[in-house]
């Protein structure tokens, strides 16, 4: 990984893990702490390789949080070691691995170049179904809603390989509504969005599992 790349995914990291919850009581995890200061990386459009570390370090973080808040064994990754189909630089396999184990590389995935934010959302989309699965199968039910009847206009082709995707998205609310996914889905995603797209999905999925009545 070139000292460029190292920079930006650090500073993209530091973005991130500012949004996943301090360690607090349980099943209240803290979602409000204060990000840092935009880096150079902030506005700049993401690779595969970029999102596939970052998401990668967020689902096993948010998993594990899960497992504490709970008290139950979250987890969505796949039984034994999963191995790589294709060539990738060494500093990218272990993310693509972890991943590849929860299924949720997407199709035609963009490697080394920027990654369209429809890819993200397909990503999304695979690891949301994955984990609610598990969810159910630890918790029980949801407590909240798990469909929104306000959808946010998909500005893509009905037929379009990654509509679906995006559309379980809204109508489970898993993003915002006023996400950049749904708008420009075809334009890369950008160092701001990534920490907001998956932040939105482990608040999320705590509002559709905790006691707490569900937020609005």
Same mark, same amino acid.
């Given at each position: ?13 530091? &973005? ?20 840092? *200061? ?7 459009? /993401? ?6 570390? &970052? ?18 064994? $979250? ?7 999963? %191995? ?20 949720? $590389? ?6 080394? *170049? ?24 630890? $918790? ?13 206009? !998909? *500005? ?12 379980? /998205?809204?109508?489970?609310?898993? !993003? ?13 995603? %950008? ?14 999925? /705590? ?7 569900? $937020?609005?």
């Amino acid at each position: 990984m070139n000292r460029s790349a190292l920079r930006r995914a650090v500073g993209l990291n530091l &973005l991130l893990m500012s949004l996943l919850w301090s360690q607090g009581s349980q099943r209240q995890p803290d979602f409000h702490a204060t990000p840092p *200061k935009p880096t150079s990386a902030y506005d700049e459009s /993401l690779t595969g390789y970029e999102v596939a570390v &970052l998401t990668a370090e967020f689902v096993v973080n948010l998993e594990r949080g899960l497992t504490e808040a709970f008290q139950k064994p $979250i987890s969505t990754a796949s039984a034994g070691a999963a %191995r790589l189909e294709s060539k990738h630089p060494v500093w990218v396999q272990p993310a693509l691995k972890e991943l590849k184990a929860r299924g949720a $590389i997407p199709p035609r995935f963009s490697a080394g *170049k920027p990654m369209p934010r429809y890819q993200v959302g397909q990503m999304l989309a695979q690891y949301a179904q994955r984990l609610d699965t598990q969810m159910r199968a630890q $918790i029980g039910a949801p407590h909240g809603k798990t469909r929104f009847e306000t959808q946010p206009t !998909i *500005k893509l082709d009905r037929n379009h390989p990654a509509y679906r995707a995006l559309q379980y /998205l809204a109508q489970g609310g898993w !993003i915002g509504a006023g996400s950049p996914l749904y708008r420009e889905p075809t334009k890369p995603v %950008r160092g701001k969005e990534l920490p907001d797209m998956l932040r939105d999905v482990a608040q999320r999925i /705590l509002e559709r599992y905790r006691d707490e009545p569900h $937020i609005q």
